[in-house]
């Protein structure tokens, strides 16, 4: 996995709920009814774990996250560790957690979300299913933008979104930040657009500051 903003950790979440799903809908979604998935939406899941290793990244984080690792769900099948920033975790951190990722109980499913997949050892590359997220195009990021700024009711000039596509880099997080902010402008104005200073180009950037790159 790769790049920022493009989804990773959504993905992971999204996956870890339907691998608990009881009641798996017959296109492979989950069922958003089941008692798992109702409190997955609830924030209240005690089998699906997350830990953001950039802040989390010392010995002692993994070795209380093994020793949770050692006990089976009460309810449900799996229990799903989502490790975020996992190329952030410290060598001897890293070593600790080696042996559980290389002999996981069977209950256990690890799913390790990074921007950095080289800083990886080849060990722990090497028992894992890589999916690399690539950038999102600025077509589908303006398309994603556009389908935002119809269900908040609010309007936007084509080139405005363009814009923030193209400054943001396939980076989704940030376009829709960068089209909250620009939708509350002071006077209550609802309309996106482009800063009188600002034109798009390709290649070169006159931003009037509100515009930097990510
Ligand atoms: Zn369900």
Known sequence: MRTRGVGKTTCARILAKTINCENLQPDGEACDQCNSC?????????????LDAASN????????LVDQV??????????????DEVHMLSSSAFNAFLKTLEEPPSYAIFILATTEKHKILPTILSRCQ??????????DTVDHLQTIVTKEHLSAEPDALHLIAQKTDGCMRDSSVRSTRSSASPAGNSLIKIPSSTS???TTTTSSGSWKAC
């Open 200 to 202: 798009i180009s390709s």
């Open 38 to 50: 109702r409190t997955f939406n609830d924030g209240a899941s005690f089998n699906i774990h997350e």
């Open 57 to 64: 990244n010392s010995v002692d984080d993994i070795r209380t």
């Open 70 to 83: 050692r006990f089976a769900p009460q309810a449900g099948k799996y229990k799903i560790y989502i490790i």
């Open 130 to 139: 890589i999916f690399d997220f690539r950038r999102i195009t600025i077509q």
